[in-house]
């Protein structure tokens, strides 16, 4: 029951009104990024459970800098012209980058404290999270993001994060209850 909230959740949020609706083409790739994020949090918390939460953390973050470094050698002119010609795209990626960093190392510190499972179910919140966010910014910051706000909308995007809400915390109950403990 869980998973079907999520995914009827995730496809409501997906769906464009045309002249019949079409599922967006993003729908496959978040499934597919979701996936790999689960992946992600098993095997951080069984290197979490294995060595102190900070080593954890730096290498888990570790290896970005170095897969950085050899898309610049391989590509720098690129890297070089996105900077030129997108200096405040560059500097929120750098701003959305540090609080990213932020929120790991709260996420470490918790999976090292607690179980994976309770963790990432609380870690389903962030699409309440993401629509308050998104929506203040919207309404006060538009220049910074500007999100349709109709009311047909908000009750599309509100009914879709309460199902993935629900979701997440089903299965997180459903596989803490059947599994136990980590």
């Not at 790999?36 to 918390?45: E, N, Q, T």
């Not at 470490?108 to 990432?120: C, D, N, Y």
Request: net charge positive; aromatic share 10%; no cysteine.
């Amino acid at each position: 029951i869980g998973m079907v909230l999520l995914l009827i959740g995730s496809l409501i949020v997906s769906i464009e009104k045309r002249e019949s609706f079409k599922l967006k083409k993003a729908s496959i790739l978040v499934i597919a990024s979701s996936f790999f994020f689960a992946v992600d949090g098993i095997l951080y918390k069984f290197m979490v459970d294995r060595i102190d939460p900070a080593s954890a953390f730096f290498w888990s973050q570790a290896i970005f800098p170095v897969i950085f470094a050899v898309m610049v050698v391989f590509d720098g002119k690129y890297f070089v012209e996105v900077i030129k010609n997108h200096r405040k795209g560059v500097a929120m990626d750098i701003v959305s980058e540090f609080i990213s960093l932020i929120g790991r190392y709260a996420h470490t510190l918790a999976l090292a404290g607690g179980f994976v499972i309770i963790v990432s179910g609380i870690i389903g919140t962030i699409p309440l999270m993401v629509f308050i966010i998104a929506t203040l910014l919207s309404i006060l910051l538009p220049k910074i993001l500007k999100e349709e706000i109709t009311r047909k909308t908000l009750i599309q995007k509100g009914i879709a994060i309460a199902l993935v809400i629900a979701g997440t915390i089903l299965v997180s109950w459903m596989i803490f209850v059947t599994v136990g403990t980590h």
